[in-house]
């Protein structure tokens, strides 16, 4: 039975990464769900063929899986909504129709450069499968990827270290990291996926399997960082197993991502340089422990004394803990020089920290192994920061039935001024074009990812005029502006005089145009 669970994951993994790459390099001439499935299903098909192959998994994987699942979904499950997931994941889905469009209209004139393969695999599902709105459909895809992370890491580092109990053991030195959850709960679903992607490249390498042709290429059409640091595990591993010739074989697959280098990777490289300076601080190295979780950490540590005693380190132990450091001494770099975004350089090492502490303390006892397990889960449970992104999310209680009554009101796409704390999100959930679609991750506003065009110039001038209404508390100054609709919250601001045309708690809406 595990042997077709490990089989079924694999091939899901290829009908997805084909799906992916199909759909960037027909996304430009045309998108149609339909088709996508189809054909994605028949080249995976015959994908497969070529180079799958099973790898019977124990039992306790698929239950670790069962158990991830259950603590990833119970926010949704008891909010109903992704209230912590960044807008920007959804409104690159909605843009993409009928083509990979060029801007974020009809949300705003700003370039289209955010990575949006991840979008591209859920898009067939929401436009054939309707019966759950499209963010639940990413949210969905997002709790799947991150409860297979349990697969793919056992894989990992089963391939890796030839040992089923350093599979489980890093497994279950998961539920101890912070990475998956956060991702799941900010909308980092890209990163989940490429995360997966990354496993299953370097354990098809390290198996000679072809399917490291598929896998190596969708990593870096997921996510660019995640993909990048998938070149250099692969790179590590050809170096400490004498298989550079070919590494460099896989190079040539590249070409089926070309798409994404005109995109996204364009603006990237256009951009790439350090935002500010900065010098060392104590909190770019205190991020490395936290961000890879405590259990974990404290497994790496335990990992190193157990090294230091034997005074010597196999070659697998010496791949993985090589990983680990070449990863955080990047991100180090990379923060300290004044560059964004670099925390996305620790889901790679928080990868190679389980896998290395499951070689290096694989002789410990399942009881020990179990309480591990326990008290992993017990602190993710008690995060202080993890809770808050479960309960407090982007938009409070009142804020989520409001959208979901102005939503029921008037479902079309129309512009919306907003008056509230959680009005990007209320525009998500209710189809609107919020006036400010910088606020909040509405849109993805990244500088160094975004063309500085006429575009960007708009959308800071929208930012700015939305801040000095906000804090002139001017509900009429926004009579003058292109919108349809104004929420005003009364808690914060002063209403209108008028009549509202729906109230729901604290929120009242107004029509402009009436």
């Not at 509230?420 to 400010?436: L, M, Q, R, S, V």
């Not at 009364?490 to 604290?506: A, K, S």
Request: with cysteine; net charge neutral; charged share 10%.
């Amino acid at each position: 039975m595990t042997d077709r669970i490990a089989k079924g994951v694999l091939a899901f993994f290829t009908f997805a990464a084909v799906v992916i790459l199909l759909s960037l390099n027909t996304g430009f001439f045309f998108l149609y769900s339909p088709f996508t499935l189809l054909a994605g299903f028949l080249i995976a098909v015959l994908v497969w063929r070529q180079g799958g192959f099973s790898l019977a998994l124990p039992p306790a994987i698929p239950l670790l899986c069962l158990l991830l699942v259950a603590l990833l979904a119970f926010p949704l499950a008891l909010r109903g909504v992704p209230a912590a997931t960044d807008p920007a994941q959804t409104i690159v889905l909605r843009v993409l129709d009928p083509v990979i469009p060029r801007t974020f209209e009809p949300y705003a004139a700003l370039s289209f450069t955010y990575q949006f393969s991840y979008q591209l695999f859920v898009k067939p599902f929401a436009d054939l499968l309707p019966l759950l709105a499209d963010y639940l459909w990413l949210w969905v895809f997002g709790v799947l990827f991150g409860a297979l992370q349990i697969v793919t890491v056992y894989l990992f580092t089963f391939t890796v270290a030839k040992s089923e109990r350093a599979g489980v053991l890093a497994a279950v030195l998961l539920f101890g990291t912070k990475a998956v959850y956060r991702d799941v709960l900010v909308g980092g679903f890209h990163a989940v996926l490429a995360v997966n992607l990354l496993l299953l490249a370097v354990t098809c390498f390290a198996r000679k399997n072809r399917l490291a042709y598929l896998f190596f290429p969708a990593a870096l059409a997921v996510h660019p960082q995640i993909g990048a640091l998938c070149g250099l595990a692969l790179l590590l591993y050809a170096a400490f197993y004498n298989r550079l010739t070919q590494f460099v074989l896989l190079l040539p697959s590249l070409v089926l991502i070309i798409p994404a280098f005109l995109t996204t990777y364009a603006a990237l490289f256009s951009g790439l340089s350090p935002s500010v300076a900065s010098s060392p601080s104590l909190g770019t190295f205190l991020l490395v422990p936290l961000f890879i979780g405590v259990v974990p950490s404290l497994a790496v540590a335990a990992g190193l004394v157990l090294l230091a005693r034997e005074r010597r380190i196999s070659r697998e132990k010496a791949f993985a803990l090589t990983l680990l450091v070449a990863t955080v001494l990047l991100y180090l770099a990379m923060d300290l020089a004044g560059f964004l975004f670099v925390a996305r350089l620790l889901e790679v090492a928080t990868i190679a920290a389980v896998a290395f502490a499951g070689m290096t303390l694989v002789r410990l006892r399942p009881l020990v192994v179990a309480a591990i397990l326990s008290i992993s889960v017990l602190a993710i449970l008690a995060s202080g920061e993890l809770n808050e992104l479960r309960w407090d999310g982007k938009l409070t209680p009142a804020e989520t039935a409001f959208a979901a009554a102005f939503q029921a009101f008037d479902p079309s796409l129309q512009a919306t001024f907003f008056m509230t704390d959680g009005g990007p999100k209320i525009a998500e959930y209710a189809n609107k074009i919020p006036y400010d679609a910088r606020e909040d991750w509405f849109l993805p506003y990244y500088e160094k990812q975004v063309l500085h065009d006429a575009g960007l110039a708009d959308l800071d001038q929208r930012h700015e005029n939305s801040q000095q209404i906000l804090a002139d508390d001017c509900a009429p100054c926004v009579a003058g502006l292109p919108v349809r609709y104004l929420v005003v919250n009364t808690e914060t601001y002063t209403p209108l005089p008028t009549e509202p045309v729906l109230q729901h708690g604290p929120l009242l809406l107004y029509d402009l145009a009436s």
